[in-house]
């Protein structure tokens, strides 16, 4: 494994380094500041994004190396020029990439033609740096529980996939919320209930939300309207009428619950403000945990 395209591309003892490493990046991160020296790597996003790409480029820098960003307009990935030549030009150039696409295929496609790190920056089917993010902040708010109850409501696209597949292969304990019509997908829950049997993950899916936040450590939501679906933003809002986590729902989960969101949020629609605000939020702690956690991917893939 030198790329990090899916959650499942991960062994658990990866996931136990990358977590290792990234605390000490975090506690002492001028110790790192060489680690990955001039090496150079190229952000593509065919999407917006604030975290993803400030996070990446900030910790590229921390680390001596150097990224360019090249957003939707620049390199027309597909349309100007293929997948894979863009890939087999950039091998020439970059130690690494960090790919943000509305298909996942396309970083499949990117892979085969590369032969250095590929990095997932979010697809239509996954979000794996959001996850290991997560779940870092997750150990650092409950250092002492073995499974925290992470209970997610909302869509079960890309966010949840990611989520669905690390708590399997952590072991932990996910009950999921979603409308009837956004459940996630059939080969992604079959991958965790796989990785679920070995691991003693306890997978539950709901679609009322009350029953997903019983006892819950964790509440953690995501948009309605994802990006590219601006289209279908009616359909989507009507689908997901009494998901939205606020106050009321909150109570019912542990009183010590953390709330997270990946961000960026629709206040008013899956989050209210005050519960963003509130005092059970880890919101902006669990966004700067995407620097730190990511770092540590660049530099555990780039060892390999
Ligand atoms: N959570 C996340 O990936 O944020 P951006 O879309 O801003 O990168
Ligand atoms: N599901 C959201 C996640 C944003 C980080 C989207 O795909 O837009």
Not at 182 to 191: E, S
Request: contains cysteine; positive net charge.
């Amino acid at each position: 494994m030198n790329s990090l395209i899916s959650i499942a591309d991960l062994q658990l003892k990866d996931i136990n380094k990358i977590f290792t490493l990234a605390g000490q990046m975090k506690r002492n991160p001028s110790k790192f500041h060489n680690a990955l020296h001039r090496k150079k790597f190229a952000l593509i996003f065919e999407k917006p994004s604030t975290r993803t790409w400030v996070s990446f480029d900030v910790g590229i820098h921390e680390l001596g190396g150097g990224a360019i960003y090249l957003g939707p307009d620049d390199i027309k990935m597909g349309v100007r020029e293929e997948v894979r030549d863009i890939a087999r030009v950039l091998n020439r150039y970059m130690a690494g990439v960090i790919l943000r696409t509305f298909s996942h295929q396309t970083i499949t496609e990117f892979q085969k033609y590369f032969t250095k790190p590929v990095i997932n920056g979010l697809s239509d089917y996954e979000h794996p740096c959001q996850a290991l993010a997560d779940y870092l902040t997750i150990r650092e708010k409950f250092p002492k529980k073995k499974k925290p109850v992470f209970s997610f409501i909302g869509d079960g696209n890309n966010v949840l996939a990611s989520l669905l597949l690390l708590t399997a292969k952590l072991g932990g304990v996910i009950r999921y919320a979603t409308p009837k019509t956004m459940t996630p997908d059939k080969q992604v829950i079959a991958q965790a209930r796989k990785i679920a049997v070995k691991t003693g993950a306890i997978i539950e899916g709901y679609s009322d939300p009350k029953k997903a936040v019983k006892n819950a450590d964790v509440i953690y939501t995501d948009v309605w309207v994802s990006m590219g679906e601006e289209k279908i933003r009616k359909q989507k809002m009507k689908a997901f009428k009494g998901m939205q986590v606020n106050q009321k729902l909150i109570s019912m989960a542990s009183k010590s619950v953390i709330v997270m969101h990946c961000l960026p949020a629709h206040r008013g629609e899956e989050i209210t403000d005050d519960v963003m605000e509130g005092k059970h939020s880890v919101v902006f702690d669990q966004a700067e945990n995407r620097l730190h956690i990511q770092k540590a991917v660049l530099l555990y893939l780039c060892k390999k």
